[in-house]
């Protein structure tokens, strides 16, 4: 059933009426001073607070975690409904709605697949749409693979909505943080490893941003390390962002407890943390569980992923002041409100 929200068309025509298709790039432009200009969102913008009035224009195919529909259901589901020919999609785009918006521009992404509508969706269907001036939206597809990648990202959203001199300042803030919880690390020492898994059955670890945010805690990931880029030396102190990693990876359980990991964040991807905790109560049944290291030390952490980590937008600068703190010892740097618990 179509969400029954009345549709918004008090936009001054001198400002962009912007659709964000991605909870990610809803922050980034509500973080650069551009929560006026949405006039609709997908069903996941659920931050900052405030947006419940905007309609919304997608919805999921696809159960969430729920009673008998465990982690493994998900998966199979999420499997069934990728294969077969041509582009396939997870979610629903409410055309018609869409189109009596009239947007400007539509913030989206070509990342991932199975996090959000696909690109090819929506430029099918905004192809037949027209803006107040007659012409077909503009189209901007967010594709972060690291955390300078996502600062990159808030200037592109600043700059498409004509915001660029609040983008600036703003990503000028969420780097300085970066460098300040930095401090508390020592960069000359591998550190223990941590696993980071973005789902539970299967088993999925880190990948992209989240692996640079591990190393960078003072952790290793063995699992799926960054790699430097060719012709960048040894990417250390500010070049460090040419140590990327690639998506996150499917993990048989030999391989992560042969690892031995000393710290284990179980965050997965789009799951809140009651969801999050049904996961680890699965977990905890399987006979390899308490062969890790972190199990038995009790350094096991809780995330919720739909907020954390699992979003490119400015609240990964949280997660990894979170991140640096629970693993260094430091809680005076992890966020207050920092949705997690430890186990």
Same mark, same amino acid.
């Given at each position: 059933?179509?969400?029954?929200?009345?549709?918004?068309?008090?936009?001054?025509?001198?400002?962009?009426?912007?659709?964000?298709?991605?909870? =990610?790039?809803?922050?980034?432009?509500?973080?650069?001073?551009?929560?006026?200009?949405?006039?609709?969102?997908?069903?996941?913008?659920?931050? !900052?607070?405030?947006?419940?009035?905007?309609?919304?224009?997608?919805?999921?195919?696809?159960?969430?975690?729920?009673?008998?529909?465990?982690?493994?259901?998900?998966?199979?589901?999420?499997?069934?409904?990728?294969?077969?020919?041509?582009?396939?999609?997870?979610?629903?785009?409410?055309?018609?709605?869409?189109?009596?918006?009239?947007?400007?521009?539509?913030?989206?992404?070509?990342?991932?697949?199975?996090?959000?509508?696909?690109?090819?969706?929506?430029?099918?269907?905004?192809?037949?749409?027209?803006?107040?001036?007659?012409?077909?939206?503009?189209?901007? =597809?967010?594709?972060?693979?690291?955390?300078?990648?996502?600062?990159?990202?808030?200037?592109?959203?600043?700059?498409?909505?004509?915001?660029?001199?609040?983008?600036?300042?703003?990503?000028?803030?969420?780097?300085?943080?970066?460098?300040?919880?930095?401090?508390?690390?020592?960069?000359?020492?591998?550190?223990?490893?941590?696993?980071?898994?973005?789902?539970?059955?299967?088993?999925?670890?880190?990948?992209?941003?989240?692996?640079?945010?591990?190393?960078?805690?003072?952790?290793?990931?063995?699992?799926?390390?960054?790699?430097?880029?060719?012709?960048?030396?040894?990417?250390?102190?500010?070049?460090?962002?040419?140590?990327?990693?690639?998506? =996150?990876?499917?993990?048989?359980?030999?391989?992560?407890?042969?690892?031995?990991?000393?710290?284990?964040?179980?965050?997965?991807?789009?799951?809140?943390?009651?969801?999050?905790?049904?996961?680890?109560?699965?977990?905890?049944?399987?006979?390899?569980?308490?062969?890790?290291?972190?199990?038995?030390?009790?350094?096991?952490?809780?995330?919720?992923?739909?907020?954390?980590?699992?979003?490119?937008?400015?609240?990964?600068?949280?997660?990894?002041?979170?991140?640096?703190?629970?693993?260094?010892?430091?809680?005076?740097?992890?966020?207050?409100?920092?949705?997690?618990? !430890?186990?």
């Amino acid at each position: 059933m179509l969400d029954s929200t009345p549709l918004i068309h008090n936009q001054p025509n001198d400002q962009p009426r912007v659709v964000s298709l991605l909870p =990610s790039a809803t922050e980034l432009l509500c973080a650069v001073g551009g929560t006026h200009l949405l006039v609709g969102r997908s069903h996941e913008c659920d931050f !900052p607070k405030g947006l419940d009035h905007l309609p919304v224009l997608t919805q999921p195919r696809i159960a969430s975690l729920s009673g008998s529909n465990t982690a493994a259901a998900i998966d199979a589901q999420v499997r069934t409904a990728m294969q077969g020919d041509g582009p396939q999609s997870l979610y629903d785009l409410f055309a018609d709605k869409l189109a009596a918006l009239a947007p400007d521009i539509i913030l989206t992404q070509d990342l991932c697949e199975v996090c959000s509508i696909d690109l090819a969706t929506v430029r099918s269907v905004a192809s037949s749409i027209l803006t107040r001036d007659g012409t077909t939206p503009r189209i901007v =597809s967010l594709n972060p693979t690291s955390i300078e990648g996502v600062l990159d990202d808030m200037l592109v959203v600043g700059a498409a909505v004509g915001r660029l001199e609040h983008a600036t300042p703003a990503v000028v803030r969420l780097r300085a943080r970066l460098y300040e919880a930095g401090e508390f690390v020592n960069p000359y020492d591998d550190g223990p490893i941590l696993a980071f898994l973005e789902w539970t059955d299967p088993l999925f670890c880190a990948g992209h941003w989240t692996v640079q945010l591990i190393e960078r805690s003072g952790c290793t990931h063995p699992f799926n390390p960054t790699q430097i880029r060719d012709g960048a030396g040894a990417a250390m102190g500010p070049q460090q962002g040419e140590k990327i990693a690639g998506k =996150s990876l499917r993990m048989p359980p030999e391989i992560l407890v042969a690892a031995q990991p000393h710290f284990l964040v179980i965050c997965p991807c789009g799951l809140n943390l009651d969801q999050t905790r049904a996961c680890v109560g699965e977990l905890s049944r399987k006979p390899w569980w308490r062969e890790l290291p972190a199990v038995q030390s009790g350094r096991i952490a809780l995330v919720d992923g739909n907020q954390m980590f699992n979003r490119p937008g400015p609240r990964l600068v949280d997660a990894y002041e979170w991140l640096v703190g629970w693993v260094q010892g430091r809680p005076e740097l992890i966020p207050s409100d920092f949705p997690w618990q !430890p186990l």
